[in-house]
Nanobody, 118 residues
Framework: QVQVVESGGGLVQAGGSLRLSCVAS????????MAWYRQAPGKQRELVAG???????NYADSVKGRFTISRDNAKNTAYLQMNSLKPEDTGIYYC????????????WGQGTQVTVSS
């Protein structure tokens, strides 16, 4: 099994910054994609950013230029640096890990709350 744990959420004023971390642990052959999703109250969960094991990244249009995703493959850890935060960035941020165990399967963390005050 694979465990996914997020950390780094909190309360910040608009214009501020936060850095989220996602650590994958357990038994697997390889971690393919690591991605951050968020879910605002009353809304569907949406993709924020993703990164492959080779370092290719993709971002939601709403966060391009403000958020940066990175990963440390040796530590099975992904990061989400969030700058110039806006109230609309508020939500629960979830990390999804695509692991090869040996078949490919998605694993989700419990989420970390991000609240941006205006």
């Amino acid at each position: 099994q694979v465990q996914v744990v997020e950390s780094g959420g909190g309360l910040v004023q608009a214009g501020g910054s936060l850095r989220l971390s996602c650590v994958a642990s357990g038994t697997f052959y390889h971690i393919n994609t690591m991605a951050w999703y968020r879910q605002a109250p009353g809304k569907q969960r949406e993709l924020v950013a993703g990164i492959t094991s080779g370092g290719n990244t993709n971002y939601a249009d709403s966060v391009k230029g403000r958020f940066t995703i990175s990963r440390d493959n040796a530590k099975n850890t992904a990061y989400l640096q969030m700058n110039s935060l806006k109230p609309e960035d508020t939500g629960i941020y979830y990390c999804k890990v695509v692991a090869l165990i040996p078949w490919t399967r998605d694993y989700w963390g419990q989420g970390t709350q991000v609240t941006v005050s205006s």
